[in-house]
């Protein structure tokens, strides 16, 4: 068995297939599995016919909303299609395309399986009172998004390094080298098919993430605003206007745009390894062309073990008998897959790197030097988690404290908040700083890359646990909405609780990985700047002294202010007409609040997609266009300084956002679980504000960082040999 | 045709086309101003005293011109209750601010057996104080009632009997909205004031506290007393309100 696997692991093309075919054969098992726990759900059946026709009004938003997405993001994906292939290379824009297919596959059937899911959900807490056989139903329906993202994205970035690495020999290591196109552009092509692949991935989820995060928070904070604040109405009543475009929003936010997300993280990271040990291998001469090749494709087999590894800890939860502590059992999920990832892992890096003068690239510990930075960054992303739970959870003091201060009204609600959020920031920093200094010291920049990697390595069962929790959320909503029994009801409110804890946990995994992922991007794109010279050996040193780096790094920290800025304002407004909507319809048909006329559920639905769409092109492009545009005025030296700017800015504000925004909701809870006066309470009310402040922050802009970072980079990556060269301030000597 | 006595948050009597869910609904939310008000009334006989002009009810409380339902004519608007017989009464009706409406029948008193040696209530009609009294809910009706020396009574009293916390944890107090928020040392002085031997049977905590009083600490239920008698509407327990009315409980914010 063991001879076994070393014939494989070996560097000639055969054996390089035959790892590729192992890839492939992991990615098309998880989409197979996918596809298996997506029939298993939509068989079962949905309920009354009031349950049906309530989820599938939420079904027509949520699918209306993403095909106008899609629409704008097709017509942009050409844009930079073509200008890819005409700049870059060929082989660049049909990786752009593959991967902008494959994210947009991989939200588009999460968005499709959680809204089938919801209605199943709600139904089988009916049928069986079971929190146990609920959980198991919700828990298959989100397994459907997490095998998805981690299949559709291993599976193209595969298909990728077989087509152009392999079958067009980009990835050997005599074509791992400085070609120029016809443009007298100098790249390696490899790290930009590769770069190109990840931009696909990012752009989708720049587009989905910002688009989902304005439409929920604006259907969100409509709904609260008026329906429970001003009309006392509970949440989820179906009298209220906006309950459904709230409940669409959990779909094409929290699924869709967490998907689209992850896939990109999961991919960045892959990417940030492949794209350094190209050139590792180019700036450092004495390295065996063999081992290159490893370093090159063991991110994919690392990813391809994470997944087998996820779909047995899926499979665990699926089979065994569920108990009524649904966060025992996702976290035994989750435990059990990151458990196997680092044991497959370590076989697959032990067996690949054996024999290898692995001291050529920096490894400190030997072959399994790649493995201990896996591993590094498996744990501190359990520990940012950890912390991120600590900070936001309300079975622990900061939390509490902010319900606490609500007492004294909501200035203090809001003040305790962001001292709560900034607070926060120091830890996970310093866990990510151990993590970096003890990757880098085991393999280099490559083990800071695998690092990324790890964490991000059984992103398949974290997207199903994180996916479950807005599937369990809108089964709570047609629970309420169908007027089903309080038992029913009760189940449903329990599994959504659960949710917000796993999603807090899984932001925290979000931020750490986009950071490595970043400092591996950026120190390619370090690499790539230098260009040719690279193969002379350079010392990566980005001069911070120089006045365009510096001013460059000083716009690059504001930039996150702006775009987050953006989105909050995008979030206001949308939420703003939202809000007149609402009031209007009550003031218009008092019908609507007897109970005894329906709202008008599609107006509200089309304010909200309305918002998000016109709202989220600019913030969007900016992403893309900053790096571009200060690049072709300014030069690589700026943009390096951008890029360090705007890292070490997102992480910090992304961490604040994520933690104060969940802290807020969370002390609201905490409040209504009948602390400090309960529900009604004007502690209560100080909490709801500080819930509604939050709401945005966590939802729309923290998340939005995380793939604000990673777009920057990569696309700074893609354009630093053109802009490198041509840049205005260049030509003006 | 129906009668309604509304005590909370004014005193009228009114009569109206509409069944009592929907004359909730209605004065709650209004039929065109938005209004969102929470409110309790109680349905009673027509005919009941000669007080009010039952004739003019009848000849005005009519259908509109299109068929809809009189939704309210106003018989009187202060000093109702007092007017009012106890067997005149029907149901007590508590609404939300989203116009769902809980009925309470009535039920043969009883007197607690979680009784601590004090009890808190509010006074809904005709007078609106929070207070504290050494005295159980009937004992406290006929104490206002009735004419022992005191410079001041009210022929009617209508009023609930608050859910006690524990004062001393202010964290885990449940959802009982903003009832206990602030001054409770005045509050525990006022409990020790009825509960020591000075002879003082109550003491009022607050004048009014119209804005802080919600159904979630209403404790063993409403009391509506007149003479020597006295109804009362028992509030149903958490689990009995899940099977009788789990939404109008929700709006109510006694649940989760």
């Keep these: ?733 | 045709m129906y009668y309604y006595v509304v005590f909370y948050p004014i005193e009228a009597l009114i009569a109206s086309q509409l069944e009592p869910k929907n004359f909730g609904m209605y004065m709650a939310r209004g039929s065109k101003k938005g209004s969102a008000e929470r409110l309790m009334f109680a349905e009673i006989e027509g005919d009941c005293s000669e007080a009010f002009d039952w004739e003019f009810a009848r000849s005005k409380c009519v259908a509109h011109a299109n068929g809809e339902p009189k939704h309210s004519l106003y018989l009187s608007i202060y000093r109702v209750i007092e007017q009012i017989p106890l067997e005149a009464y029907k149901n007590v009706y508590l609404v939300n601010q989203d116009g769902t409406t809980l009925a309470l029948e009535a039920k043969t008193y009883k007197a607690s057996t979680d009784w601590k040696g004090y009890g808190l209530y509010k006074e809904h009609c005709p007078v609106h104080p929070f207070i504290a009294s050494s005295l159980k809910p009937k004992e406290l009706a006929a104490y206002i009632i009735s004419d022992t020396g005191k410079k001041i009574t009210v022929p009617a009293i209508i009023f609930t009997d608050i859910r006690s916390i524990d004062l001393e944890e202010k964290e885990h107090t449940g959802n009982i909205g903003s009832m206990f928020e602030r001054d409770l040392d005045h509050l525990k002085e006022c409990i020790e004031d009825v509960k020591g031997q000075n002879g003082k049977v109550t003491k009022t905590i607050d004048r009014s506290f119209d804005s802080k009083f919600t159904y979630q600490i209403i404790g063993e239920g409403i009391y509506i007393a007149k003479g020597e008698g006295i109804l009362f509407y028992p509030m149903p327990n958490r689990e009995e309100l899940k099977e009788i009315d789990y939404d109008w409980g929700r709006s109510a914010n006694i649940f989760w």
């Design chain 1, 1 to 733: 068995m063991i001879q076994g696997v070393i014939l494989v692991l070996d560097d000639t093309e055969g054996g390089i297939c035959m790892m590729i075919g192992f890839v492939i054969i992991a990615a098309m098992a998880a989409l197979a599995f996918a596809a298996i726990n997506y029939y298993g759900v939509k068989k079962k059946d949905p309920g009354t016919e009031q349950m049906v026709q309530i989820s599938g009004a939420i079904q027509e938003g949520a699918r209306a909303f993403l095909n106008h997405e899609y629409k704008v993001i097709f017509k942009v994906s050409l844009v930079i299609a073509i200008v890819l292939g005409v700049v870059v290379s060929l082989s660049g824009a049909i990786a752009f395309v593959f991967g902008a297919v494959m994210s947009a596959s991989a939200g588009w059937i999460g968005m499709n399986i959680a809204t089938l899911a919801n209605v199943r959900v709600s139904n089988e807490a009916r049928n069986t009172k079971s929190l146990g056989k609920t959980l198991r139903v919700a828990f298959r329906g989100g397994s459907v998004m997490g095998l998805s993202v981690g299949g559709f994205a291993l599976l193209g970035l595969a298909l990728v390094y077989l087509v152009f690495g392999v079958i067009l020999k980009q990835a050997t290591p005599e074509n791992l080298r400085f070609h120029t196109n016809w443009l007298g552009i100098s790249d390696i092509p490899f790290t930009m098919t590769v770069s190109s692949y990840a931009l696909g991935c990012s752009i989708i989820a720049m587009f989905n993430r910002v688009g989902g995060g304005i439409y929920t928070k604006a259907a969100d904070m409509g709904a609260d605003l008026v329906g429970k604040t001003e009309a006392g109405i509970p949440e989820d009543d179906p009298r209220n206007p906006a309950t459904i475009a709230d409940n669409v929003g959990d779909n094409v936010g929290d699924v869709a745009g967490l998907g689209s997300d992850l896939l990109e993280s999961y991919v960045g990271s892959l990417v940030s390894a492949m794209i350094l040990a190209a050139y590792i291998y180019f700036s450092q001469g004495t390295i065996a062309a063999s081992l290159v090749s490893k370093l090159v494709y063991a991110p994919l087999l690392v990813a391809a073990g994470g997944i087998v590894s996820s779909m047995v800890g899926i499979l665990f939860l699926l089979v065994k008998k569920v108990s009524d502590n649904p966060h025992k059992e996702l976290n035994a999920a989750t435990f059990m897959g990151a458990g196997f990832t680092i044991v497959s892992s370590g076989i697959i890096t032990f067996f690949l790197f054996q024999g290898e003068d692995v001291a050529s690239a920096g490894f400190a510990l030997g072959a399994l030097s790649p493995w201990v930075a896996a591993v590094l960054g498996i744990v501190s992303g359990i520990v940012i988690g950890q912390i991120a739970e600590y900070y936001t959870s309300y079975d622990y003091k900061p939390t509490q404290k902010i319900a606490s201060s609500s007492q004294e009204g909501p200035a203090l609600t809001i003040t305790q908040g962001m001292s709560v959020g900034m607070i926060s920031v120091m830890a996970p920093v310093v866990v990510l700083g151990i993590a970096i200094i003890a990757s880098h010291a085991t393999a280099g920049l490559y083990g800071v890359a695998m690092a990324a990697i790890g964490m991000l390595s059984f992103v398949t069962v974290t997207v199903s646990v994180d996916t479950y929790g807005p599937i369990a959320d809108n089964a709570g909503g047609i629970s309420e909405m169908a007027r089903l029994h309080p038992e029913v009801r009760g189940i449903t409110d329990e599994l959504d609780a659960v949710g917000n804890t796993t999603a807090a946990i899984g932001k925290g995994f979000a931020i750490g990985s986009a950071t490595l992922a970043a400092l591996s991007l950026f120190s390619s794109y370090l690499y790539a700047q230098a260009g040719e010279s690279v193969e002379h050996g350079i010392e990566l040193v980005l001069n911070m002294v120089s006045p365009l780096t510096l001013v460059g790094g000083l716009v690059g920290a504001a930039l996150p202010y702006l775009f987050s800025g953006m989105l909050i304002e995008a979030v206001a407004n949308a939420a703003r007409k939202m809000v007149q909507e609402v009031r209007r319809q009550f003031k218009a048909d008092p019908g609507i609040i007897k109970g005894t006329s329906l709202p008008d559920y599609t107006t509200c639905i089309s304010i909200s997609s309305a918002g998000a769409i016109s709202e989220m092109k600019i913030p969007a492009l900016i992403s893309v266009a900053t790096p571009l545009v200060t690049g072709f005025i300014f030069g690589a030296g700026f943009v390096g300084g951008l890029l360090i700017g705007t890292t070490l800015s997102s992480v910090m504000l992304a961490l604040y956002t994520a933690n104060a925004g969940g802290a807020w909701d969370n002390g609201k809870k905490y409040v209504e679980h009948g602390h400090f006066g309960g529900k009604g309470s004007n502690a209560h009310k100080a909490a709801v504000v500080g819930d509604t402040v939050g709401d945005p922050l966590k939802d729309t802009v923290g998340p939005s960082l995380d793939i604000l970072i990673k777009i920057m980079a990569i696309v700074s990556l893609i354009a630093v040999s053109i802009f490198g060269k041509f840049n205005l301030f260049a030509l003006l000597g």
